[in-house]
């Protein structure tokens, strides 16, 4: 599932440069500039996807608060605008001021395509989310911007997921599943032990692979879930701080938007409210 979706992103990145690339290539010769071929668009388009990939790992180095961040932004759109120029003007000598109209108005059809575009993805492929809380630290940490796959339906104990809270389905959580349908939980002695069909006796819940050895599972010794054939149980990695199943119950399937993709460290940019410094 994975790397489907690793493949769609290489998909959905290439097509884009070819057509970025298109839309530069028309507006050129739309403005008659010299030799407007295909070949030296691409090439342009190229070399603006890489400053701007490297400016923005910059601005998600240095800018931890609001305002130097709206700064960096600012800073990288008149950065790009010069890029852009230098790079017209020595493929198709063309001048200043033709450049900044044709830098607006390829602007607003790639955003124009991009809405059209995203609509879709955003609806059945993937999902950005921002992490708010320390409760699946360290896996996930606050600010941390990560992606789901809306089309995953195959979760497997241990799996991250993103979910509507069953008190407040405007909220969204993010947990780690435990139990699966079908299961039975018991909390006993600081261990989750798990009954099902494989393990009719009962099994010590194995979390090793996600958790540290020193973090146990304190609260609701004695408790019972029997999970039904459509819910979920669901942990913070912080058992101390996390809001989980432990408080607010399973969690039914219909109630999971998307399963945990991957963590886009660029823009993670643990970004600070100066009024509470």
Same mark, same amino acid.
Request: charged share 20%; glycine share 6%; net charge negative.
């Given at each position: 599932?994975?790397? *489907?979706?690793?493949?769609?992103?290489?998909?959905?990145?290439?097509?884009?440069?070819? @057509?970025?690339?298109?839309?530069?290539?028309?507006?050129?010769?739309?403005?008659?500039?010299?030799?407007?071929?295909?070949?030296?668009?691409?090439?342009?388009?190229?070399?603006?996807?890489?400053?701007?990939?490297?400016?923005?790992?910059?601005?998600?180095?240095?800018?931890?608060?609001?305002? %130097?961040?709206?700064?960096?932004? *600012?800073? &990288? *759109?008149? %950065?790009?605008?010069?890029?852009?120029?230098?790079?017209?003007?020595?493929?198709?000598?063309?001048?200043? !001021?033709?450049?900044?109209? *044709?830098?607006?108005?390829?602007?607003? $059809?790639?955003?124009? !395509?991009?809405?059209?575009?995203?609509?879709? %993805?955003?609806?059945?492929?993937?999902?950005?989310? +921002?992490?708010?809380?320390?409760?699946?630290?360290? &896996?996930?940490?606050?600010?941390? +911007? !990560? %992606?789901?796959?809306?089309? &995953?339906? =195959?979760?497997?104990?241990?799996?991250?997921?993103?979910?509507?809270?069953?008190?407040?389905?405007?909220?969204?959580?993010?947990?780690?599943?435990?139990?699966?349908?079908?299961?039975?939980?018991?909390?006993?002695?600081?261990?989750?032990?798990? +009954?099902?069909?494989?393990?009719?006796?009962?099994?010590?819940?194995?979390?090793?692979? +996600?958790?540290?050895?020193? @973090?146990?599972?304190?609260?609701?010794?004695?408790?019972?879930?029997?999970?039904?054939?459509?819910?979920?149980?669901?942990?913070?990695?912080?058992?101390?701080?996390?809001?989980?199943?432990?408080?607010?119950?399973?969690? =039914?399937?219909?109630?999971?938007?998307?399963?945990?993709? !991957?963590?886009?460290?660029?823009?993670?940019?643990? $970004?600070?409210?100066?009024?509470?410094?």
């Amino acid at each position: 599932m994975e790397m *489907i979706a690793f493949l769609i992103v290489i998909g959905i990145t290439i097509v884009s440069l070819f @057509i970025e690339a298109w839309v530069l290539h028309v507006l050129l010769k739309i403005f008659r500039t010299k030799s407007p071929d295909y070949k030296n668009a691409f090439i342009v388009i190229i070399i603006l996807w890489v400053v701007a990939v490297i400016i923005g790992y910059m601005i998600s180095l240095l800018a931890n608060t609001m305002s %130097l961040m709206l700064y960096g932004n *600012i800073a &990288a *759109i008149i %950065l790009v605008l010069v890029v852009f120029h230098l790079l017209l003007k020595k493929f198709f000598q063309t001048g200043f !001021l033709k450049n900044i109209v *044709i830098y607006i108005l390829f602007s607003f $059809i790639l955003t124009v !395509l991009a809405v059209v575009a995203i609509m879709p %993805l955003r609806t059945y492929v993937i999902e950005p989310f +921002y992490a708010q809380g320390a409760s699946m630290e360290p &896996a996930i940490e606050d600010n941390d +911007y !990560l %992606l789901g796959l809306k089309f &995953a339906k =195959d979760f497997e104990r241990g799996d991250i997921v993103m979910f509507k809270y069953t008190n407040d389905e405007n909220q969204i959580m993010i947990k780690g599943i435990v139990g699966l349908p079908g299961d039975r939980l018991m909390f006993k002695e600081n261990e989750v032990l798990v +009954y099902n069909k494989d393990f009719p006796n009962g099994v010590k819940l194995n979390e090793n692979d +996600y958790l540290s050895s020193d @973090i146990v599972t304190t609260t609701l010794n004695g408790s019972d879930f029997t999970l039904s054939e459509t819910q979920y149980f669901v942990l913070g990695d912080d058992r101390e701080k996390s809001l989980d199943s432990r408080r607010f119950g399973p969690i =039914d399937e219909e109630l999971i938007i998307a399963k945990y993709w !991957l963590t886009l460290p660029i823009f993670n940019n643990q $970004i600070t409210n100066e009024n509470n410094n």
